[in-house]
């Protein structure tokens, strides 16, 4: 089965750190282009951090750039969004996406600024993150 799980999400201060991972299973999750995407109550989902399969660039959003980090473990098939100095405003659920062709065509950047355009193959169930004091 295919699918993408999230986990990690919680109650953070303005400030703290939270790591979120996302465990691929059912797929090579290196032949796939990965993302983390966030949606707040009210707002459109925007990318944060995508991680290209084609050349391993990443590119994160620039309200979250110096803060957040994506990695990959290719041994454990999990993506990883490290998050540090967290602010209400990254209040949101945060979801991982999936594609095979979106990362080869349009690249990290691509992936995470233009997600709106695309469909991608999977998604995970989303974990929430609250920053809150």
């Known amino acids: 089965q295919l699918q993408l799980v999230e986990s990690g999400g919680g109650l953070v201060h303005p400030g703290g750190s939270l790591r979120l991972s996302c465990v691929v299973s059912?797929?090579?999750?290196?032949?796939?282009?990965i993302g983390w995407f966030r949606q707040a109550p009210g707002k459109e989902r925007e990318g944060v951090s995508c991680?290209?399969?084609?050349?391993?660039?990443?590119y994160s959003a620039d309200s979250v750039r110096g803060r957040f980090t994506i990695s990959r473990d290719s041994a454990k098939s999990t993506v990883y969004l490290q998050m540090n100095s967290l602010k209400p405003e990254d209040t949101a659920v945060y979801y991982c996406?999936?594609?095979?062709?979106?990362?080869?065509?349009?690249?990290?950047?691509?992936?995470?600024?233009?997600?709106?355009?695309?469909?991608?193959?999977?998604w995970g169930q989303g974990t929430q993150v609250t920053v809150s004091s």
């Open positions: 996406a999936a594609d095979y062709w979106v990362g080869h065509a349009v690249g990290a950047q691509g992936m995470c600024v233009n997600s709106l355009k695309y469909e991608f193959d999977f």
């Open positions: 991680i290209s399969s084609s050349d391993g660039s990443t």
């Open positions: 059912g797929f090579t999750s290196d032949d796939y282009s």
